[in-house]
């Protein structure tokens, strides 16, 4: 169950936006919310995204599709030398020469975990995936320039099926 996404440097997006699906502290009817054990917040069933024209918003899911993309495909669809899907803003030359962020939490078998990862057009800078199966933070990986993976133990949801962590990334 997704819970928020987020996305720095990609297209129209120059600063860190996020699409959450935390119901807010408004009296929302709780008959309409999801709850989870994993987090003490309600969920909510959908969103909308609005906004005027050339806001953001078909940007907003690229980015979540692009994302989804280089999780499921960059390492078996891409030539080690070929170029990965990157968008950068374009209005900053400091953003294009810059990485773009993907994040996202989500809830798999009742745990919650925070993924993302930084990467640039021609690599992946930084990798992470956190997870927090009794509310408190462990990291299940880190991968960065320097640091070579140290793997866990195989993560439970692999196993049976195909949020944001504390601060910002890893």
């Given at each position: 169950?997704?819970l928020?996404?987020?996305v720095?440097?990609?297209?129209?997006?120059?600063?860190?936006q996020?699409?959450?699906?935390?119901?807010?502290?408004?009296?929302?009817?709780?008959?309409?919310l999801?709850?989870?054990s994993?987090?003490?917040?309600?969920?909510?069933?959908?969103?909308?995204?609005?906004?005027?024209?050339a806001?953001?918003?078909?940007n907003l899911?690229?980015?979540?599709?692009?994302m989804?993309?280089?999780?499921?495909?960059?390492h078996?669809?891409?030539?080690p030398?070929?170029?990965?899907?990157?968008n950068?803003?374009?209005?900053?030359?400091?953003?294009?020469?810059?990485?773009?962020?993907?994040?996202?939490?989500?809830?798999?078998?009742?745990?919650?975990?925070?993924?993302?990862?930084?990467?640039?057009?021609k690599?992946?800078?930084r990798e992470w995936?956190?997870?927090f199966?009794?509310?408190?933070?462990?990291?299940?990986?880190?991968?960065?320039?320097?640091?070579?993976?140290k793997?866990?133990?195989?993560?439970?949801y692999?196993?049976?099926s195909?949020?944001?962590?504390?601060?910002?990334?890893?």
């Amino acid at each position: 169950m997704l819970l928020r996404f987020g996305v720095t440097n990609y297209r129209s997006i120059k600063s860190s936006q996020e699409l959450s699906m935390i119901a807010s502290s408004l009296d929302d009817d709780p008959l309409s919310l999801i709850e989870n054990s994993a987090i003490k917040e309600n969920i909510l069933p959908f969103v909308v995204i609005y906004g005027s024209n050339a806001s953001g918003k078909s940007n907003l899911l690229h980015s979540l599709n692009d994302m989804r993309w280089s999780v499921l495909f960059s390492h078996s669809r891409n030539e080690p030398s070929a170029n990965l899907p990157f968008n950068p803003f374009a209005l900053d030359p400091d953003c294009l020469e810059g990485a773009t962020v993907f994040d996202i939490d989500f809830v798999v078998n009742g745990v919650r975990y925070h993924y993302g990862f930084e990467q640039t057009r021609k690599t992946f800078n930084r990798e992470w995936l956190y997870s927090f199966p009794s509310g408190s933070r462990r990291k299940s990986f880190l991968i960065t320039p320097t640091s070579p993976p140290k793997w866990r133990k195989p993560l439970p949801y692999l196993k049976k099926s195909h949020g944001r962590g504390e601060g910002d990334g890893p």
